[in-house]
């Protein structure tokens, strides 16, 4: 069964937008776990306008299950995540200023500088991950650098699977052969929702888990948290 771990963000940007602690951000994340979800995912930017790096810190006792923290490996990140130590911290290349990713990493380029920054993180016992577009030599490169695993960029899958092209998943069906043949363990993420999951998890070989915020929390403000979190789990056996 694929993992479920939901990005919490957009909690964190609804209780931003009025200040204090409504919605109670650490809530959430206890019931999303008491739901059945099995991993609690955040990205702190630089800005803070969702996550605050405070929240980070708050969470670490809270989150029971699997708790993964992305962003760019910029040095405060990478001191927080070392102070937090989740289990698992995937590599984003978000732009300063950026409202959400819209890239994979150029694992070639930035081959050295990944491969330190992996390293200081597998050195203090925590599974590393790198967002990547489904690419073969992206795929490649990541394996070079000794990342754990990757995270495939899913925005261009969702939105032909939204136009009825179904054959947008070829790419990463492909990516995910090689990810297996070059033993990368296999994440996904970023505009998956109820109406195209169950369809990419079924064609994805050897897929262990994916990260789901913005349209888990959309769904959930008309079927209700709970609900949608046991939607997401069925759909993923």
Same mark, same amino acid.
């Given at each position: 069964?694929?993992?479920?771990?939901? @990005?919490?963000?957009?909690?964190?940007?609804?209780?931003?937008?009025?200040?204090?602690?409504?919605p109670d951000l650490l809530k959430v994340a206890?019931?999303?776990? $008491?739901?059945? &979800?099995?991993?609690?995912?955040?990205? !702190?930017?630089?800005?803070?306008?969702?996550?605050?790096?405070?929240?980070?810190?708050?969470?670490?006792?809270?989150?029971?299950?699997?708790? @993964?923290?992305? &962003?760019?490996?910029?040095? @405060?990140?990478?001191? #927080?995540?070392?102070?937090?130590? !989740?289990?698992?911290?995937? #590599?984003?290349?978000?732009?300063?200023?950026?409202?959400? +990713? +819209?890239?994979?990493?150029?694992?070639? $380029?930035?081959?050295?500088?990944? =491969?330190?920054?992996?390293?200081?993180?597998?050195?203090?016992?925590?599974?590393?991950?790198?967002?990547?577009?489904?690419?073969a030599e992206m795929i490649e490169g990541a /394996?070079?650098? &000794?990342?754990?695993?990757?995270? %495939?960029? =899913?925005?261009?899958?969702?939105?032909?699977?939204? %136009?009825?092209?179904?054959?947008?998943?070829?790419?990463?069906? /492909?990516?995910?052969?090689?990810?297996?043949?070059?033993? %990368?363990? *296999?994440?996904?993420?970023?505009?998956? +929702?109820?109406?195209?999951?169950?369809?990419?998890?079924? @064609?994805?070989? &050897?897929?262990?888990?994916?990260? *789901?915020?913005?349209? #888990?929390?959309?769904? +959930?403000?008309?079927?209700?948290?709970?609900?949608?979190?046991?939607?997401?789990?069925?759909?993923? $056996?």
């Amino acid at each position: 069964m694929t993992k479920l771990s939901v @990005n919490i963000n957009k909690i964190a940007t609804l209780r931003n937008a009025r200040g204090g602690n409504v919605p109670d951000l650490l809530k959430v994340a206890t019931d999303i776990q $008491k739901f059945g &979800g099995q991993g609690i995912t955040i990205h !702190p930017r630089p800005d803070e306008r969702h996550i605050r790096y405070q929240d980070a810190r708050d969470l670490k006792p809270i989150v029971y299950t699997e708790y @993964n923290i992305e &962003g760019n490996p910029q040095h @405060n990140f990478i001191d #927080l995540v070392l102070e937090c130590k !989740p289990e698992q911290v995937t #590599l984003v290349p978000d732009a300063i200023g950026a409202i959400t +990713s +819209s890239a994979g990493w150029d694992t070639i $380029k930035n081959e050295s500088y990944l =491969t330190e920054v992996i390293q200081e993180f597998q050195r203090n016992g925590i599974r590393t991950s790198i967002f990547v577009d489904p690419i073969a030599e992206m795929i490649e490169g990541a /394996k070079k650098t &000794g990342t754990d695993r990757i995270e %495939l960029y =899913t925005e261009a899958f969702a939105h032909q699977y939204g %136009l009825g092209n179904k054959n947008g998943i070829d790419p990463y069906v /492909k990516s995910a052969v090689l990810a297996n043949e070059l033993g %990368l363990g *296999i994440n996904a993420g970023h505009d998956l +929702s109820l109406d195209n999951i169950q369809f990419f998890h079924q @064609n994805i070989p &050897g897929l262990l888990e994916v990260s *789901i915020g913005h349209a #888990l929390i959309a769904e +959930s403000l008309y079927l209700g948290l709970e609900n949608v979190v046991n939607m997401y789990l069925h759909k993923l $056996k």
